[in-house]
C-alpha cells in the first residue's frame, strides 16, 4: 500500500511540470523503560509516521514533508513551490533503479515482545550491575528499548525499495564508591537488530566493572609512553574518522583527509571496513536512504586511504558513483552522507565477529585485549575518555581527560586519573603498532583494541 501511496505522489508531482521526484516514507514504532531502584521510573511509548517528497524542476530542488496522509496534497504542492525558491544546481539528481540483496534486519521476537518483558530487561540490567559488588552504591540510568519500522523509497527514476527492521538495545551507568568516599562512573551499551544478541546482565555486569576498576585512582607525572585504546574510547576516535571520510565533508573542505585518496595515512596494519551488508547491524539495510543499493567497502587498506563515501548529490559532484551512503536523520530531512556498519578489522578476524550484536566476554571488554596488554612494558590502558567529540575536525588535533589502568610488564597495577593526552587523530592513527581481536561494536561504529605507540600524557 505504501508503493502504491509512493507511486501516486510522484504521478502528481510530475504533471505539475516536475523533471524528477521521490517518495521517502517511515512508519517507526518504539518501547523505552527506564528502571530506577527496582522500579519503573520512565515508560515512553512512541510512533512516528511521516511522507516526505522530494522534486527537482529546472535542476531546482523542492521538499516538504507531512505526517498526516490527508495533508499529501498540500505536501507535493509546497515541494513544488519551493523548487522556485531554491537555486539552480547541476549536480542535484535522483538516483536510477538498482537491483538490492536481501539482510537480515528483521526480528519477529522483537516485533511481538511485550511491554513486560521489557520491563523485566530493564530491572534484569539494574539488578546485575547491583549485583556485581558491594562497592555499586547507584545505578544512574538503566534503560532498555525496542523498536520496529518500516522504510519505503520510490523515485520517477525507477527506484522502488520497501524493508521492515528491527532495534534491541541495552544502556546502563553505574557508580561505584569505596570506604573513602571516592566515587567513579561506569557504563555499557548493546544494540542489535536482533534479540538474541543483547545480553542484558552481561552489559549490567561490564559498566560495573568498569566503575569498580577504576576505585583508588591515583594521578601520574607527565610521561610519553604507549597507550592501549579499549574498544569503547578506539570507537570514540573512530567517529571522529568517520565524519573525515563523508565526501559531504570533504566537499565544503570540514575534513582532515583532503587530497589524501590513494596515500598512506595509517599505520599499515589499521583496515578499516564499511559495510552496509553486515547480518544484524544496526547500520544495516538494503539501501541506503534514496534507494542505492548498499556494499561491504574497504575504506582504509593496509593505512591507504581508498576513496571517500557518497550520496547521489556528492558523487555527481566529484565524477563518481554514490557509494550507497545516503542517510536521513528522519523523514524531516534531506539526506546527507553517513556510515553504515564502520569498524577497525580485528586481527585473526572470524566469521563469527561480523555480527553487530557480538560483545566480547566481560574480561576482554573491560580489560582490554589481554595480549595486547602482556605486549606492554609500561604505559596505559585507556578505559575512559572524555571531550573526543571536542577534536578539531578540519586538522584533527584533539586533547583529552583519559582514566584507565597503569600497565608495568604486562600487568594492570593501579588504576589512573586526571591525565590528559594530546595528539592528532591521523598521527595517532599512523602510530599503530598491534590490533587485538576483542572487535566490539558500540551502535554503527565498532573497534577491537588498539595499541598505539608513545603519546605525550600529561597530569
Known sequence: MDIDIAEDIIRKALTRGCDAAEVFMKNAKGLSVEVKGGEVEALEAAMDYGIAVRVIRNRRPGFAFTNSPEDLGAAIDKAVMSAGWTSEDE?????????????????????????????????????????????IKKVRKAEVSAGTASTTIVNSKGVTVSYESTYYSAHVTTLAQDDSGEGQMGWDFAGSRRLS????????????????????????????????????????????????????????????LIDKIGRKVMSGLVDIIDDGLMQWGTGTKPADDEGVSVTKKEIVSGGVLNGFIHNTYTAKKAGVKSTGNAVRGSYKGLPGVGV???????????????????????????????????????GILVL?????????????????????????????????KEAVISGNVLDMFRKVEAVGSDLTFYGKVGSPSILIGDMDISA
Do not use: C
Open 91 to 135: 549536480y542535484v539528481d535522483l538516483p536510477g533503479h538498482e537491483s538490492w540483496k536481501e539482510v537480515l534486519i528483521f526480528d519477529e521476537k522483537i516485533k511481538n515482545i511485550k511491554e513486560d518483558d521489557v520491563i523485566k530487561d530493564a530491572m534484569l540490567l539494574e539488578e546485575s550491575a547491583i549485583a556485581f559488588d558491594k562497592r
Open 197 to 256: 544478541d543483547i545480553n542484558v546482565a552481561s552489559v549490567g555486569k561490564t559498566a560495573a566493572g568498569r566503575a569498580v576498576g577504576l576505585l583508588g585512582s591515583r594521578k601520574i607525572a607527565s610521561v610519553k609512553a604507549p597507550v592501549i585504546l579499549s574498544p569503547s574510547v578506539a570507537v570514540d576516535f573512530l567517529e571522529i574518522l568517520s565524519a573525515s571520510i563523508s565526501a559531504e565533508a570533504v566537499q565544503k573542505k570540514r575534513s582532515f
Open 340 to 378: 553504515t556498519n564502520f569498524y577497525i578489522k580485528p586481527a585473526n578476524i572470524r566469521e563469527s565477529v561480523a555480527g553487530a550484536g557480538f560483545k566480547p566476554a566481560l574480561a576482554e571488554s573491560d580489560r582490554g585485549d589481554n595480549k595486547l596488554v602482556k605486549s606492554l612494558s609500561r
Open 384 to 416: 575512559g575518555a572524555m571531550g573526543v567529540h571536542t577534536a578539531n575536525p578540519v586538522s584533527g588535533d584533539f586533547s583529552i581527560g583519559i582514566s584507565g589502568l597503569w600497565i608495568e610488564k604486562g600487568e594492570a597495577l593501579y588504576p589512573v
